[in-house]
């Protein structure tokens, strides 16, 4: 039960990471490839009406957090206080920008806004992949079963860490490099015209740079935790991970070749559900790793409710879901694609 | 220190919580006149309906904007500003906030868009049902959240674990705590208040000046009948039956409430008077005898026990907000409930609108409203106090120790600053919308169809804001 509740949660966060991924990065890049006025409205139509939707899942994620591993969850977001703030902060700009930004049909208006949706993006992916980077690192649990970071310490890795050090900043910018680049792939399959060329450019780039990122930072993760790189070979979803991340590599580099933007952008979606999932298999059950002494660490059986808990919530849960993802493919029909039937 | 610590990490949940409600207590509120309108406007195909929907549609989509960005932060609080309460609660409390996730917020935010910008394009049918989807959605996430409050009024299903944390033991027993179905019923008709009120006051605006006349009767006719109709149901049976449930689980809260400091029967219900904890006292009442001891217990001589039978450590910690509190709830209330009976009379008598004092009236009326709700819920919340699960859990058991009191006043400071731009805009924005009046469809300004030229899609623009 508890296995389950830590894929189930892991499958929340990596829906977020996917489905926000590439607003985040189609945010990001728009200031880049589309010029003010009809261009950058066609980037805004293409991350499409239901952005809360996507944004909803890391609301939904953070209360299944709670629900089923409420130790974990109370010690890792008291323990990350302002960094936390920083990301909601950024997501109260970035949605403000995108409902505000289309109200006033002014260029100035417009511009204005059009930066604060592209900076608190890039913001965004930066601080997500900080976040990541520290729960893979660690963080300085002690006997007491709390912990309180600073921004930084002497940028080490180990003992009294701080929120910054040279491996979550090399997370951080992989992830930004990794979202920044699935934005684009989305970009070039929904958009036309000079957005789609220089989208196809940009993802040409950042793909390169993903590419050339990956190897430094998987062996910066195995000098960092080299017990997650041994676990990695034991578990089989992690096998079944790399797999898929093969051929998604395959069909982004075919994909960007041939330009079959649908086959890159899937792939580019494999690619983030691939590296969490491999990340994840790894991990577990250690949810919160301590970088003081393994024995603090918390993992998903010391800080799960109860399996009462977690097996009322599973009768609910998959009904939630399916209706869920029903009303998605509603809207996505209705808004998806170019038809306009009835106008 | 530790007093201090946990005065701001309750400031701060408080003030974002407070800011927060005044925006989803407005989309409650009109979310089933726009559902309504449309109904009506398929049935009867007139246009003033259709018009009436997609003005309230843009109004709404505002203010759930700006409700989203706001709510976002609520959720992560419950972990970082209250990561104790959170560790020993979470296992009952998460199955409701993650339900509301999953739920209510992902019903809601697919649809939203697709009411506010999709009426051309999803045609009449389902652009209907995509207003059933959002009002569903929003009055389903309140449910959640009310019976994760209620859990907190009044715990009920819960075990507890061997570590001391509770855990969920009867899920239908939580899902369905009495507590949670009257403060359901009660926060709901006062969300209809809110919406009706602000209905009614836009229908006034354009009245006096003038405009959209149309409209504005449309408005006026329906804000204030659901006006009324929702103004007596917040206090009667409501209202009443919350006060009961206080009454039976919650005595200290009642007796702070109504500042009774001494036990006996014939217990007289406050109309104005100054809780004086100091001496004990109420000082300067006005007060009407055996009214307490009836509504809390159905008869005039039931005895009703003051502060005085309960030790000091579960008093109420702030009697004196919350007495005032629940007594500007109860005095706008009642206030409401002449206001909108007058206007009733007045519309009866085919004189509301050539009454341009009631107008006036009912055009400022608006804000008190939002007023009420905040009191109401300061009463619930203060009253609540010094428990944060009652019976069970103190709230000084229940703030993030490791989070230091720099830190809080910090992330307080620049959430006043952003609430603020953020209320600004709101203002601005609206204050526009209603300026405007109904336009035609709109698509979204930043819809553009790939197959239509560019030119189209400005025209589109220029047509949407008319």
Redesign the interface.
């Known amino acids: 039960m508890v296995e389950l509740w830590f894929a189930l949660l892991c499958f929340m966060f990596t829906m977020f990471a996917v489905l926000d991924g590439w607003n985040f990065g189609a945010g990001a890049l728009h200031l880049i490839v589309a010029r003010p006025g009809v261009e950058r409205r066609q980037v805004i139509a293409a991350i499409g009406p239901i952005w809360s939707w996507h944004e909803v899942w890391l609301v939904a994620a953070g209360a299944t957090f709670l629900l089923a591993f409420p130790k974990v969850m109370a010690v890792c977001f008291a323990g990350f206080y302002l960094a936390l703030w920083l990301v909601l902060w950024s997501f109260i700009l970035r949605g403000v920008s995108i409902e505000v930004g289309g109200h006033l049909d002014d260029p100035m208006w417009r511009s204005a806004w059009d930066v604060v949706f592209a900076v608190s993006s890039l913001l965004l992916a930066v601080l997500f992949g900080a976040a990541l980077g520290n729960v893979i690192r660690g963080v300085p649990l002690d006997a007491s079963g709390a912990f309180s970071m600073p921004l930084f310490t002497d940028f080490g890795v180990r003992g009294r860490v701080g929120i910054l050090d040279w491996y979550t900043v090399s997370v951080a910018v992989l992830t930004a490099a990794l979202v920044v680049a699935q934005g684009a792939s989305y970009l070039a399959v929904k958009t036309s015209g000079a957005v789609h060329q220089r989208s196809q450019r940009w993802a040409r780039a950042t793909w390169i740079a993903v590419l050339a990122l990956l190897p430094i930072v998987s062996i910066e993760t195995w000098i960092v935790r080299p017990e997650l790189v041994e676990r990695l070979v034991q578990r089989p979803i992690a096998w079944l991970a790399i797999v898929a991340l093969a051929v998604a590599a395959w069909a982004i580099v075919s994909g960007l070749r041939r330009g079959a933007t649908v086959r890159a952008f899937a792939g580019s979606c494999v690619v983030v559900a691939g590296l969490l999932t491999a990340g994840a298999a790894a991990a577990f059950p250690v949810m919160l790793y301590s970088t003081l002494g393994p024995e603090h660490s918390l993992t998903a059986y010391n800080g799960s409710t109860s399996s009462h808990g977690l097996a009322v919530a599973l009768i609910w849960w998959p009904v939630a879901a399916a209706l869920a993802l029903t009303y998605f493919v509603l809207i996505l029909r209705s808004f998806g694609g170019p038809s306009r039937a009835r106008s | 220190m530790t007093d201090e610590l946990a005065f701001w990490h309750r400031l701060q949940f408080a003030f974002t919580i407070t800011y927060h409600y005044l925006f989803p207590q407005l989309t409650m509120g009109v979310a089933w006149f726009i559902v309504f309108w449309k109904w009506r406007a398929r049935r009867t195909g007139d246009e003033r309906y259709a018009a009436a929907a997609r003005f309230w549609s843009r109004i709404f ?2 203010t759930f ?2 409700g ?6 609520m ?2 609080q ?4 209250w ?2 309460f ?10 409701t ?7 209510a ?3 809601e ?6 009411v506010i ?2 009426e ?4 009449p049918r ?1 652009h209907f049902y995509a207003t059933v ?1 959002v009002a569903l959605g929003s009055w389903l996430s309140a449910y959640f959240i009310l019976v994760t409050n209620a859990f907190m009024q009044h715990p009920v299903g819960h ?1 507890v ?1 061997a570590d001391g ?1 509770l ?3 009867h ?1 239908r027993a939580y899902l369905f705590n009495e507590w949670a179905f009257v403060q359901f019923a009660h926060n709901q008709t006062a969300a209809l208040v809110t919406g009706t009120f602000a209905i009614t006051a836009v229908g006034a605006f354009y009245t006096l000046r003038g405009t959209h006349v149309e409209q504005a009767r449309l408005y006026l006719r329906h804000g204030t009948l659901v006006g009324l109709i929702a103004a007596i149901a917040v206090a009667f049976p409501t209202g009443d039956a919350q006060a009961k449930l206080v009454a039976r689980y919650q005595e200290p809260a009642l007796a702070g409430m109504e500042g009774r400091f001494e036990t006996g029967p014939m217990a007289e219900i406050t109309l104005i008077g100054q809780p004086n904890v100091k001496e004990r006292r109420l000082d300067n009442p006005i007060r009407l005898p055996g009214m307490l001891s009836f509504l809390a217990y159905g008869t005039f001589h039931s005895d009703v026990r003051g502060l005085d039978a309960f030790p000091a450590d579960q008093w109420p910690t702030n009697i004196e907000l919350l007495y005032y509190a629940f007594h500007v709830m109860s005095g706008l209330g009642t206030i409401f409930i002449g206001l909108m009976a007058l206007a009733n009379v007045q519309r009866w008598r085919g004189r509301l609108e050539t009454t341009p004092a009631l107008l006036w009236i009912l055009m400022l009326a608006f804000p008190f409203p939002f007023i009420a709700n905040t009191a109401g819920w300061m009463t619930a919340e203060l009253g609540r106090q010094p428990w944060l699960v009652y019976g069970l859990f103190r709230t000084r058991d229940g703030y ?4 230091s009191a720099g ?1 809080v006043i ?2 307080l400071i ?1 959430l006043t600053g ?1 609430y603020f731009v ?1 209320g600004l ?1 709101y203002l601005f ?1 609206v204050g ?1 919308e209603i300026l405007h009046g109904s336009t035609a469809p709109v ?9 239509t030229p ?1 030119p189209d ?2 025209a589109d ?2 047509v949407a ?1 008319g």
Do not use: C
């Open positions: 989509g505002l904007a700006v989203v960005v706001t709510g976002i932060p959720e992560f419950f972990g970082t500003n990561a104790r959170s560790r020993y609660a979470g296992g009952v409390i998460g199955q906030l993650a339900m509301e996730g999953m739920f917020f992902l019903l935010s697919a649809f939203v868009g697709a910008w999709g051309s394009r999803l045609g389902k989807g075990g674990a944390t855990v969920i033991a899920m993030s120790e490791v989070v830190d910090f992330t620049g952003m953020l805009l924005l526009r698509t979204s300004p930043y819809e553009v169809d790939d197959r560019a899609a400005k623009v220029k804001h």
